[in-house]
């Protein structure tokens, strides 16, 4: 075996990792994580670390399900492999599109009968783009081409997903986003509302950005909105009741597609199969991945609602899009088994009823904290955010990096927590009992108390 150091040295001779600062990581060297179990990581020096993030918004049923491992060997041994191109098929994926069909809710009878398998949620979001465009064209309509977004949204890495995304240090490098491409302001209330302005009357005025933008480009141009139900990597953003439903007014009114990015909130994260059901709009298409297979195996897709899928499928023809591991036997059985879990232990059901709202109440006592100008949650994802004055809601100067130092203090307790900026956020597994939300609350208030000791020394 390797020692830590070893790794270490090889990892920063080889290893480019994503969103790294390799310099600083060459430094310090980087954290070795060698096994999991239940939410909890360990590390090649032997430390547990409480896993908040669910390593990366995916762990949605913990570590440590080894029939998860005995699915993923069995169908191994049978079919490892084979393609879904050329008019051929295979069990697992058959029964994974037809149990998310099933599973999807019809909201006023438009139903998901469709899914278009691939690896990952930037590959599905560079899907949803092709295949917008490709449904106005087959509508006759090939000048309605712009996808409008959101700032500070995240829709992936590759150059569409990159470009769908709303974060300006990736649009700052590789010339992004790509052409008909465009965003709006996100509905985040603690920052963009007016003083003595409402949630709901906020809601309204946010969503109403989006009609704004598609009468500045003009409507007939317009080919979709795309928004994730709840900001994750933005820093969960929760939006306000009424910002749903009046999207929804003006995506029906124009006529444009609308595609719910489920990448982190589809799978129970928000106490529901689908986010979309938990407020109530229609989407058109639905991203999906990391928690379809709780993250032991890399999948993705897009589920398909009627409307494009019965355009596609009628008058189409071949659409000249897909993956090698589109509907990879291997990654689907095991999303199946995953699925199953699921169900068994009724884990959207327990987000929903009983520990979402028991982690609610754990981080309603944050904002009691001297730090802490802000706490949400929704489901299990939860945002703290630091400010230096509360009742002015004055941030941090930028480069004091607070929410950094308070994710240090984190790391250090053996907690892993998010930094977005001053925004301290968490989504746990949904395996999360009552006991552990309470562990994990002594060390994020640890954390927080440390982070003020070091701001006043
Ligand atoms: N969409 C959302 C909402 C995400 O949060 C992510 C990843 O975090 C993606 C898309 C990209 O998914 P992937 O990293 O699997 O390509």
């Given at each position: 075996?390797?020692?830590?150091?070893?790794?270490?040295?090889?990892?920063?001779?080889?290893?480019?990792?994503?969103?790294?600062?390799?310099?600083?990581?060459?430094?310090?060297?980087?954290?070795?994580?060698?096994?999991?179990?239940?939410?909890?990581?360990?590390?090649?020096?032997?430390?547990?670390?409480?896993?908040?993030?669910?390593?990366?918004?995916?762990?949605?049923?913990?570590?440590?399900?080894?029939?998860?491992?005995?699915?993923?060997?069995?169908?191994?041994?049978?079919?490892?492999?084979?393609?879904?191109?050329?008019?051929?098929?295979?069990?697992?994926?058959?029964?994974?599109?037809?149990?998310?069909?099933?599973?999807?809710?019809?909201?006023?009878?438009?139903?998901?009968?469709?899914?278009?398998?691939?690896?990952?949620?930037?590959?599905?979001?560079?899907?949803?783009?092709?295949?917008?465009?490709?449904?106005?064209?087959?509508?006759?309509?090939?000048?309605?081409?712009?996808?409008?977004?959101?700032?500070?949204?995240?829709?992936?890495?590759?150059?569409?997903?990159?470009?769908?995304?709303?974060?300006?240090?990736?649009?700052?490098?590789?010339?992004?986003?790509?052409?008909?491409?465009?965003?709006?302001?996100?509905?985040?209330?603690?920052?963009?509302?007016?003083?003595?302005?409402?949630?709901?009357?906020?809601?309204?005025?946010?969503?109403?950005?989006?009609?704004?933008?598609?009468?500045?480009?003009?409507?007939?141009?317009?080919?979709?909105?795309?928004?994730?139900?709840?900001?994750?990597?933005?820093?969960?953003?929760?939006?306000?009741?009424?910002?749903?439903?009046?999207?929804?007014?003006?995506?029906?009114?124009?006529?444009?597609?609308?595609?719910?990015?489920?990448?982190?909130?589809?799978?129970?994260?928000?106490?529901?199969?689908?986010?979309?059901?938990?407020?109530?709009?229609?989407?058109?298409?639905?991203?999906?991945?990391?928690?379809?297979?709780?993250?032991?195996?890399?999948?993705?897709?897009?589920?398909?609602?009627?409307?494009?899928?019965?355009?596609?499928?009628?008058?189409?023809?071949?659409?000249?899009?897909?993956?090698?591991?589109?509907?990879?036997?291997?990654?689907?059985?095991?999303?199946?088994?995953?699925?199953?879990?699921?169900?068994?232990?009724?884990?959207?059901?327990?987000?929903?009823?009983?520990?979402?709202?028991?982690?609610?109440?754990?981080?309603?006592?944050?904002?009691?904290?001297?730090?802490?100008?802000?706490?949400?949650?929704?489901?299990?994802?939860?945002?703290?955010?630091?400010?230096?004055?509360?009742?002015?809601?004055?941030?941090?100067?930028?480069?004091?990096?607070?929410?950094?130092?308070?994710?240090?203090?984190?790391?250090?307790?053996?907690?892993?927590?998010?930094a977005v900026g001053d925004r301290m956020i968490i989504a746990p597994p949904l395996t999360m009992t009552r006991a552990q939300i309470d562990e994990m609350a002594v060390l994020i208030k640890k954390a927080l108390d440390l982070t003020l000791q070091e701001l006043q020394s």
């Amino acid at each position: 075996a390797l020692s830590t150091a070893e790794l270490q040295a090889l990892d920063s001779a080889h290893f480019l990792h994503p969103f790294t600062d390799h310099k600083g990581l060459a430094a310090k060297g980087a954290r070795v994580i060698t096994h999991a179990d239940d939410i909890y990581v360990w590390d090649s020096e032997g430390k547990k670390i409480l896993d908040a993030m669910s390593g990366l918004w995916c762990v949605n049923a913990g570590y440590g399900r080894k029939e998860l491992a005995d699915v993923a060997h069995a169908q191994m041994m049978k079919l490892p492999f084979y393609n879904s191109f050329f008019q051929t098929t295979n069990e697992p994926a058959v029964r994974l599109a037809a149990r998310l069909a099933e599973l999807a809710p019809a909201v006023d009878g438009r139903r998901f009968q469709h899914v278009f398998f691939s690896s990952s949620g930037s590959e599905s979001n560079d899907t949803n783009v092709r295949m917008a465009r490709r449904y106005w064209d087959l509508m006759g309509q090939p000048q309605r081409k712009v996808i409008i977004s959101r700032h500070n949204a995240y829709h992936g890495s590759t150059m569409a997903g990159a470009s769908l995304g709303g974060m300006s240090a990736m649009h700052a490098q590789g010339d992004l986003p790509i052409p008909n491409i465009t965003h709006i302001q996100q509905p985040y209330y603690y920052e963009l509302a007016e003083p003595g302005e409402s949630q709901d009357a906020f809601g309204l005025r946010a969503a109403r950005w989006l009609e704004d933008k598609i009468l500045e480009i003009g409507p007939e141009k317009v080919a979709a909105f795309i928004a994730e139900p709840v900001q994750g990597a933005g820093g969960v953003i929760i939006p306000p009741a009424t910002y749903w439903p009046e999207i929804q007014r003006i995506v029906d009114k124009y006529g444009i597609l609308l595609i719910s990015d489920e990448v982190i909130c589809a799978f129970g994260r928000l106490g529901h199969w689908f986010a979309y059901e938990k407020f109530g709009y229609k989407p058109d298409l639905v991203t999906f991945a990391k928690a379809v297979t709780s993250g032991y195996i890399p999948l993705g897709g897009v589920l398909v609602g009627d409307r494009v899928a019965q355009v596609l499928i009628d008058k189409g023809g071949e659409f000249n899009h897909g993956y090698t591991y589109s509907g990879h036997p291997v990654a689907c059985a095991v999303a199946l088994a995953n699925l199953d879990i699921m169900e068994r232990e009724n884990l959207p059901g327990r987000v929903r009823d009983d520990v979402g709202p028991y982690l609610a109440e754990v981080f309603e006592q944050f904002k009691s904290h001297p730090l802490v100008g802000d706490a949400e949650t929704c489901g299990f994802v939860a945002g703290l955010v630091l400010v230096q004055d509360k009742a002015t809601r004055k941030a941090f100067p930028e480069d004091w990096a607070v929410g950094m130092m308070c994710r240090a203090h984190c790391f250090g307790n053996g907690l892993v927590m998010r930094a977005v900026g001053d925004r301290m956020i968490i989504a746990p597994p949904l395996t999360m009992t009552r006991a552990q939300i309470d562990e994990m609350a002594v060390l994020i208030k640890k954390a927080l108390d440390l982070t003020l000791q070091e701001l006043q020394s």
